[in-house]
């Protein structure tokens, strides 16, 4: 006996963290704590990126963001990324669905958001990312709807 689909989860799982990544096609880009703040933004302007995780010994150690660069590094003058990056990270595992990743970051108010394989950091999931997600699960079943609201309104193919 099948069970019952009782919601839309079941019908149309939402992708979860992970598959995102394995989407992406671009190797991580991490710079170290020890880094000049003018080194990571030379990084981050090569690689067109505006944020970068802050891995020191293989572990991540913190993050920095343009706004980072912009508002500690710029305005404070200060040298090394130790001395700017954010240090209170968040951080989701593959498995996380796409739905809690733009949970979190909504309510944590944070455009990133690494993703962490055991200590090891997979990737760097950006609200563009899951925006991107939220917005292809969503428009099978839209254009769906609309084609059988066209259909309803319209029955006849003759009246096109």
């Known amino acids: 006996m099948h069970a019952r689909l009782r919601s839309l989860e079941q019908l149309m799982p939402f992708a ?11 190797p991580l880009i991490a710079i170290s704590s020890g880094a000049t703040v003018l080194g990571a933004l030379q990084v981050m302007q090569r690689e067109d990126v505006g944020f970068l995780p802050v891995v020191d010994d293989g572990k991540l150690a913190g993050v920095l963001s343009e706004r980072d660069v912009a508002r500690g590094g710029m305005l404070e003058q200060r040298v090394f990324v130790r001395d700017i990056m954010t240090t209170r990270v968040y951080a989701v595992a ?6 809690d990743c733009a949970a979190l970051m909504h309510r944590e108010r944070i455009r990133h958001l690494p993703v962490m394989a055991a200590e090891r950091v ?3 999931l950006s609200v563009r990312d899951l925006t991107g997600s939220l917005i ?3 428009e099978r079943p839209l254009r769906r709807l609309h084609d059988e609201r066209a259909t309803l309104l319209f029955p006849y193919p003759s009246s096109y």
Do not use: D, F, I, Y
């Open 16 to 26: 979860t963290a992970g598959e995102l990544l394995a989407k992406k096609s671009r």
């Open 94 to 99: 593959p498995e996380t669905k796409v739905s």
């Open 122 to 124: 997979a990737g760097v």
């Open 136 to 138: 292809e699960r969503h």
